[in-house]
């Protein structure tokens, strides 16, 4: 069975810092990989997935199939990033089953 | 466009009972999928439907059901409710299944005493 796992809980650091959201995962197959965000009150929304190769607010986040990552990354983080940061999984073929990970609540001092 | 919509967005039942939730996607959307979320943990999947049909599942017991109708809203039943059922139930949409973008509703908060 695929399995996501966000070590950390909670994230805290100051603005203008480097912010690493970490996310593991086990999966046997090969995985579609997203990032959701949920701000204060809002509801959650993707953020990036790793299929698009994209930056979104800043973030970016690679696929490493040989240490099971898809660790989220900003050079410089800002107070409105704070929110809670969900990574997922998708398995491929044809059952749809999403598997996401506990959570880590981003906390950007000012 | 309201995006995804769910009813009610607050729920108390009693042990025993049997509810049932509602969801209406976004226009256009043909799949919807719902999802459990407890406290301090991340959504966990239940279902999902496409065009209808049913195209996963989680790994929930069978009280847990649900259906889409021909406009592509959905109802998620729960019978025989337990206290650990209590939690905050989400709605997505998307155009289709797989990798396309999940739009989520604000959920319905279910408490069972």
């Known amino acids: 069975a695929q399995r996501v796992t966000q070590p950390e809980k909670l994230l805290s650091v100051f603005k203008g810092a480097p912010v690493e959201l970490k996310c593991n995962y086990s999966y046997s197959g090969s995985p579609e990989l997203f990032w959701y965000v949920q701000y204060s009150r809002q509801r959650l929304q993707l953020l990036l997935r790793?299929?698009s190769r994209e930056s979104i607010k800043g973030f970016t986040a690679d696929l490493n199939k040989g240490e099971t990552s898809f660790h989220l990354k900003k050079p410089f983080a800002q107070e409105e990033d704070s929110a809670m940061y969900y990574c997922?999984?998708?398995?491929?073929?044809?059952?749809?089953?999403?598997?996401f990970g506990r959570g880590t609540s981003l906390i950007v001092h000012p | 466009d309201a995006g995804v919509t769910q009813s009610p967005t607050h729920l108390i039942k009693t042990r025993g009972q049997q509810v049932t939730l509602r969801c209406s996607p976004i226009?256009?959307?043909?799949?919807v999928s719902w999802y459990q979320q407890v406290l301090g943990q991340g959504p966990q999947f239940i279902f999902q439907?496409?065009?209808?049909?049913?195209?996963g599942r989680g790994n929930f017991p069978d009280r847990f059901s649900a259906r889409q109708f021909p406009n592509y809203s959905s109802e998620l039943n729960v019978n025989a409710l337990l206290l650990g059922d209590s939690a905050l139930y989400l709605c997505a949409s998307s155009t289709n299944t797989g990798g396309t973008e999940a739009f989520f509703g604000q959920g319905t908060r279910l408490t069972v005493v």
């Open positions: 790793h299929i």
């Open positions: 997922a999984l998708l398995t491929s073929g044809g059952s749809y089953i999403p598997t």
């Open positions: 439907y496409y065009e209808k049909e049913e195209r």
């Open positions: 226009s256009g959307h043909k799949s």
